[in-house]
């Protein structure tokens, strides 16, 4: 069985932190996303990555980056986490055509 | 760019009735893929079924049943005979490649009443 696993599943930060959300599947996955879910907006993609060490941008990249330093290993930042940051956060990787998403980090900044 | 467009924000039914999900998408490619995932109130994301442009052909799985239309890009989704343990939120998805993220709906919040 796939498994993504997250290294949060809920998170609490102050205004102004630095924030790192951590994302490893064990599948030996080339690509990785991370999305955010918001109430009536769905899912969007932040970033995403297809190979270690390269990274592109999604929908809403803005007040986040990425770092894919191993290939099992995704990690999304928040430079200075705001109020707007607020947010369940899913990581997934393809396999290829079939995206497989860790439980969701539930994070709330304030 | 692409869009996905699930009209149905909620829908409630007593259970055994049957319901039926709405997909529309929006793509100028040729080839893409299209995806419907179901999310529980636990709130992981599961993966129910993926269509290829090319296979217009409708997919029955037990109580779940997909139609895919590309000639009105609808992708829609029916349960038969609903449970309890349907009630969930419905996302539709497209993808274009295998380096693509998904393009989500806003998912179809899905109650089904004992």
């Known amino acids: 069985d796939v498994k993504v696993t997250q290294s949060s599943r809920y998170l609490v930060k102050r205004t102004g932190e630095k924030v790192f959300l951590e994302c490893v599947q064990d599948m030996d996955h080339e690509n990785m996303f991370w999305y955010r879910q918001d109430p009536g907006l769905g899912l969007r993609l932040i970033y995403f990555?297809?190979?270690?060490?390269?990274?592109e941008k999604g929908d809403i990249p803005e007040g986040y980056s990425v770092s894919r330093e191993k290939k099992e290993r995704f990690s999304l930042i928040l430079e200075s986490a705001s109020t707007n940051q607020t947010s369940m956060y899913l990581c997934a990787s393809t396999d290829p055509y079939e995206q497989y998403f860790g439980p969701g980090t539930r994070l709330t900044v304030t | 760019a692409q869009k996905v467009t699930q009209a149905q924000t909620e829908i409630s039914v007593v259970e055994k009735e049957d319901v039926t999900l709405d997909c529309v998408y929006e793509?100028?490619?040729?080839?893409?893929?299209l995806f419907w995932y179901k999310q529980p109130p636990s709130g992981e994301l599961v993966f129910l079924i993926r269509r290829n442009s090319f296979d217009e052909q409708n997919e029955i799985s037990g109580r779940y049943s997909w139609n895919f239309q590309k000639s009105t890009s609808s992708f829609n989704f029916t349960i038969t005979a609903s449970q309890v343990v349907d009630s969930a939120v419905y996302f539709c998805?497209?993808?274009?490649?295998?380096?693509?993220?998904?393009?989500f709906g806003k998912g179809t919040h899905l109650i089904i009443q004992p």
């Open positions: 793509t100028r490619d040729t080839t893409y893929y």
């Open positions: 990555s297809y190979d270690v060490k390269m990274k």
């Open positions: 998805a497209l993808m274009l490649g295998r380096a693509d993220g998904l393009t």
